[in-house]
């Protein structure tokens, strides 16, 4: 499908720490007409997570099927549970004319860049890999092995950033902000992904 002619599809990837979810929600504060795929997932929902919202809650049974049936545009297993992205509503936004962003890790963008070669693709990045060990020691939420896990984990995905058309460092929120923001309006004015 050749997306340049109508909607965009744009694809963010970020090790975790990296402020890729805060980034992600300014973007779609800042333009309405953005819209954010929502996930499917076989895992359990959390407490205050409602399907449709966070995620799509599906059975484990329900996402083979639609693994058979070619309805994602990207899929994964992590840790017993599925994740994928739904092709219908990118499919949907993308003939509307709509912006459509994607938040996802490496391996499922590696899928969608197979797929849908323009699309738009960009790798958030920290100011350094001390200032991601300092933003995941801040959240105070991990032990210090699941720590160090995530920045091995980290180390591993900035190792994919070269297959990204940009990458975006954030050092400021707002700056980044505007730095996602001018390179979709750039793409779009050009007519290209």
Same mark, same amino acid.
């Given at each position: 499908?050749?997306?340049?002619?109508?909607?965009?599809?744009?694809? !963010?990837?970020?090790? %975790?720490?990296?402020?890729?979810?805060?980034?992600?929600?300014?973007? @779609? =504060?800042?333009?309405?007409?953005?819209?954010? %795929?929502?996930?499917?997932?076989?895992?359990?929902?959390?407490?205050?997570?409602?399907?449709?919202?966070?995620?799509?809650?599906?059975?484990?049974?329900?996402?083979?099927?639609?693994?058979?049936?070619? $309805?994602?545009?990207?899929?994964?297993?992590?840790?017993?549970?599925?994740?994928?992205?739904?092709?219908?509503? #990118?499919?949907?936004? !993308? =003939?509307?004319?709509?912006? !459509? #962003?994607?938040?996802?890790?490496? @391996?499922?963008?590696?899928?969608?860049? =197979?797929?849908?070669?323009?699309?738009?693709?960009?790798?958030?990045?920290?100011? %350094?890999?001390?200032?991601?060990?300092?933003?995941?020691?801040?959240?105070?939420?991990?032990?210090?092995?699941?720590?160090?896990?995530? @920045?091995?984990?980290?180390?591993? =995905?900035?190792?994919?950033? %070269?297959?990204?058309?940009?990458?975006?460092?954030?050092?400021?929120?707002?700056?980044?902000?505007?730095? !996602? @923001?001018?390179?979709?309006?750039?793409?779009?004015? $050009?007519?290209?992904?």
């Amino acid at each position: 499908m050749n997306i340049n002619e109508k909607g965009n599809l744009v694809v !963010i990837s970020a090790p %975790s720490g990296t402020g890729k979810g805060t980034v992600i929600t300014q973007l @779609l =504060e800042k333009d309405p007409e953005f819209v954010f %795929s929502i996930s499917a997932t076989t895992r359990e929902p959390r407490p205050g997570e409602i399907d449709g919202v966070a995620y799509k809650f599906l059975s484990r049974e329900r996402f083979v099927e639609m693994i058979n049936e070619g $309805k994602f545009l990207e899929y994964a297993e992590y840790v017993g549970n599925f994740y994928g992205t739904p092709v219908e509503p #990118i499919l949907e936004c !993308i =003939e509307t004319g709509k912006t !459509i #962003i994607l938040d996802i890790e490496v @391996l499922g963008a590696k899928q969608v860049m =197979e797929k849908i070669p323009d699309a738009l693709t960009i790798f958030i990045i920290p100011p %350094s890999m001390e200032e991601l060990e300092k933003r995941l020691r801040g959240r105070g939420t991990d032990s210090e092995d699941k720590l160090l896990a995530r @920045l091995k984990r980290a180390g591993d =995905e900035l190792e994919e950033k %070269s297959r990204y058309k940009y990458i975006v460092v954030n050092d400021v929120v707002s700056r980044a902000v505007d730095e !996602i @923001l001018s390179i979709i309006d750039t793409n779009k004015s $050009k007519g290209l992904n």
